[in-house]
């Protein structure tokens, strides 16, 4: 096995044996879409296409924080516990941030699996479009991570990086609807109801699976199922790719830089 693979299967592990880290990616937006499920069917009719998209909207809101758990590991390696040690292999320490992070995408992508399946089987939801809701959960763990990654590299210790990354990672799923459903009612303004719709990771996950055809939305208080436009598909893929490219295009350039400084 090459450097890459056994840094990869020790953080695989590592990540794996992270009781606390695993229940929150998996037992909390487990617990929270099954109580919505629990409720009446007649407080929400059609639900089976609407069940889909509601359900989609907690998983990808809750695989946007699954770079957090990798940046934890990678401080704690190169920049303070164990960092001289692990410096002093004969590892490039880039080799490590990819290692950690691959393996925590692995592991944020299954969790999300197992949320689906588990969601699926407690209740009929019916998935119009499945491949696509994965391709939009692959784009937001991929931008989570690249997002994490870059906080690796310009933050100087965990505690200023996750107080960051929590700011901004919780505030974009709030604003987006992720953690409060229905915030643009309640906060009756027209940039706030924009920001919501358009311009945050989830809602750009969400108007994806939305016109893809995944599943149905209330919209003005009408149920709307199979809304389909391909072209909003592909601009919110396209907006969510380009989020993530400039991430990992900032961190080689920090990465390099701070290489240059060292020199």
């Known amino acids: 096995m090459n450097k890459f693979g056994l840094v990869f299967k020790h953080y695989f592990m590592r990540l794996m044996k992270d009781k606390l880290g695993l229940a929150l990616q998996i037992i909390l937006p487990l617990f929270i879409i099954l109580f919505m499920l629990s409720m009446p069917d007649e407080d929400y009719p059609y639900v089976g296409q609407a069940w889909a998209i509601a359900i989609s909207n907690y998983v990808i809101s809750f695989s946007l924080f699954g770079g957090q758990w990798a940046m934890g ?7 303070e ?3 001289w040690r692990l410096l002093a292999t004969p590892v490039d320490e880039g080799l490590f941030r990819r290692a950690a992070m691959l393996a925590s995408m692995l592991i944020s992508f299954t969790n999300s699996v197992i949320i689906i399946t588990v969601a699926t089987i407690a209740r009929p939801v019916e ?4 491949w696509l809701l994965i391709g939009i959960l692959i784009l937001t763990i991929l931008l989570s991570h690249s997002f994490c990654y870059f906080l690796t590299i310009v933050m100087k210790d965990y505690k200023s990086a996750n107080g960051l990354s929590n700011f901004i990672l919780m505030g974009l799923a709030i604003i987006g609807g992720g953690i409060i459903m229905g915030i643009q009612n309640l906060v009756n303004l027209d940039a706030f109801t924009f920001i919501h719709d358009y311009v945050t990771p989830l809602s750009m996950g969400r108007q994806a699976i939305l016109h893809g055809g995944i599943g149905g939305a209330f919209i003005d208080g009408e149920l709307i199922i199979g809304l389909t436009d391909w072209s ?20 080689s350039v920090m990465r390099r830089r701070k290489n240059h400084d060292h020199v």
């Open 127 to 130: 998935w119009n479009n499945l």
């Open 232 to 251: 909003i598909v592909m601009l919110n893929v396209g907006l969510l790719l380009g989020l993530t490219m400039l991430f990992a295009v900032a961190s």
């Open 81 to 83: 516990t164990r960092k």
């Open 73 to 79: 590991y990678i401080f704690d390696d190169l920049k």
